[in-house]
């Protein structure tokens, strides 16, 4: 009986060497520094993508540099009860000389401390020019690729049937392998939140009968804008045209009429060609938008200052000389656009 008490003795504190020792062994590898084989950019980078586990987020992050083996990684998570809860996306360690443990890297990958990039979407642009930025985008995945663009406007959930100045200029941060159509939904409603407040604030004498007119007004403002102190007046001009049933007489809406066949050159043809954005040969508004408008242009087209102005001519420097009537203007044309005195 003694032997056997001695025997279940001897096991039980060889059980107890090694829980511990692999209670240590687990603690070290937990919490040593890992060591890391960066990429030419000076640091690891990786990207988990959905439903890949525990496991395959081990293996991805050892056959990108990290130097740990993935079975132990995998084991470190489990016993601690976070392998159910990796989240995807694309993460990055080492930079700036950057140390990092085991328990780290599970945190990171257990807490989405995902890796984010970002596009700059300008004023300006056209939603053409909008969907070769993103799709030239490396770090996006481009859902939108063979869609049309009224494919694109239902799967964001928009109600308008042309797209052109619907999406907020901004800079938009996100993980490496969003989505296209996320951006470009972030931006829809970025427009539409800013635009909607901008309209419950507006200058209730602007002769708008909607948002939408407001933002093809805007549009118009953010393509005739060289400098950003003559934005106000350059909104003026056109809502006083507008009141008075004068024709606006823009040459950027002709320009985004003639769609791709425009060769950089604005012919006089081309301002005689009726088309619906011939603002020459029609009155009112445009459409549509013809560009996406700033939030500077859509206050002042929203708010123009009070003004009796009608006409403005570009001095060549990238502002613009302002006239109350058509001798004024006349005069301004020939001096900074003939070379006369």
């Given at each position: 009986m003694k032997r056997h008490l001695k025997r279940l003795q001897l096991l039980l504190w060889a059980g107890i060497l090694l829980a511990g020792g692999f209670a240590a062994w687990m603690a070290w590898f937990a919490f040593a520094a890992v060591p890391l084989k960066l990429n030419p950019q000076g640091v690891v980078d990786f990207d988990i993508r959905q439903g890949l586990g525990l496991k395959g987020a081990a293996q991805v992050m050892a056959d990108a540099g990290i130097e740990m083996p993935p079975w132990q990684f995998a084991l470190l998570g489990r016993l601690a009860g976070k392998d159910r809860n990796i989240q995807a996306g694309s993460y990055e360690v080492g930079a700036d000389g950057e140390q990092v443990t085991a328990w780290q890297l599970l945190q990171k990958l257990t807490y989405g401390d995902v890796t984010q990039t970002r596009i700059v979407i300008v004023e300006g642009k056209t939603f053409r020019e909008l969907r070769a930025q993103l799709d030239a985008h490396p770090d996006l995945r481009h859902d939108t690729a063979g869609l049309s663009d009224a494919e694109i406007l239902g799967l964001i959930g928009a109600n308008e049937s042309h797209p052109e100045g619907l999406?907020?200029?901004?800079?938009?941060?996100?993980?490496?392998?969003t989505r296209d159509l996320l951006i470009l939904q972030r931006a829809y409603h970025g427009m539409q939140r800013r635009l909607a407040s901008a309209w419950e604030n507006r200058d209730?004498?602007?002769?708008?009968?909607?948002?939408?007119?407001?933002?093809?007004?805007?549009s118009i403002v953010e393509k005739e804008t060289g400098a950003p102190a003559d934005r106000g007046k350059v909104a003026s001009v056109f809502v006083n045209?507008?009141?008075i049933g004068m024709r606006l007489q823009t040459d950027p809406t002709v320009i985004y009429g003639l769609g791709t066949s425009f060769d950089g050159n604005l012919r006089k043809r081309d301002l005689l060609a009726d088309t619906s954005?011939?603002?020459?040969?029609?009155?009112?508004l445009p459409p549509t938008p013809i560009a996406l408008p700033g939030m500077a242009s859509?206050?002042?087209?929203?708010?123009?200052?009070?003004?009796?102005?009608?006409?403005?001519?570009?001095?060549g420097d990238g502002s613009s000389v302002f006239s109350r009537n058509l001798e004024e203007h006349n005069r301004a044309v020939n001096k900074y656009q003939r070379g006369g005195k």
């Open positions: 999406f907020f200029p901004d800079t938009y941060l996100f993980a490496r392998q209730p004498a602007v002769p708008y009968k909607s948002p939408r007119e407001a933002l093809i007004m805007a045209r507008l009141r954005y011939n603002t020459y040969t029609r009155g009112g859509i206050e002042a087209a929203l708010s123009p200052p009070k003004t009796d102005l009608l006409y403005f001519v570009a001095r």
